[in-house]
């Protein structure tokens, strides 16, 4: 038998999910959920995270190790969902940037640097502050239908150049 190495070193120190985790953020909670069961891979070896229900967003930024930067109105963020090698959700948070009178961003926020060792992504939200919003809104602490709050989720397999909303 002869072993087909093009696949081996093609996915060698790959990271990156290999199936679609159907993301899903909204209502009165502070939780995430995936559809799926999630196929991935970091530097290169296998993982698989069971559909969660009810998942804890983190309320630490996975690449600083502090917490996150709040929104406030007019404002808003990229929210980038994934797993680490245990099957522990992280979350990275792109720069706040601000929103024009209609909710769009004047100046699209920048992808965050992740290593690759340290998750693998399945999923961004897109996360806006809107006029209304009264407070200072925090990720994995106040609830997705805060006031003012709107939330778009997109699955991913492989990052875009930005995050298309």
Not at 13 to 23: C, R, Y
Not at 60 to 80: I, P, S
Not at 148 to 165: K, L, R
């Amino acid at each position: 038998m002869t072993l087909n190495t093009n696949v081996a070193i093609q996915s060698a120190g790959k990271t990156g999910v290999l199936n679609k985790a159907g993301l899903a953020i909204s209502g009165g909670n502070t939780t995430y959920d995936t559809a799926n069961t999630v196929q991935y891979q970091i530097a290169g070896r296998s993982y698989a995270k069971t559909a969660v229900t009810g998942g804890t967003t983190p309320v630490v930024d996975v690449r600083t190790g502090l917490a996150f930067n709040a929104l406030t109105a007019n404002k808003g963020c990229v929210l980038w969902f994934g797993f680490d090698a245990s099957g522990n959700p992280k979350v990275a948070q792109s720069e706040i940037k601000d929103l024009d009178s209609s909710g769009n961003f004047l100046v699209y926020p920048q992808i965050p640097h992740v290593l690759n060792s340290a998750m693998a992504i399945f999923g961004y939200a897109i996360v806006k502050g809107g006029s209304t919003l009264a407070s200072a809104w925090l990720p994995g602490t106040n609830n997705w239908n805060t006031t003012g709050i709107t939330v778009s989720v997109v699955d991913i397999i492989d990052g875009p150049a930005q995050p298309v909303g």
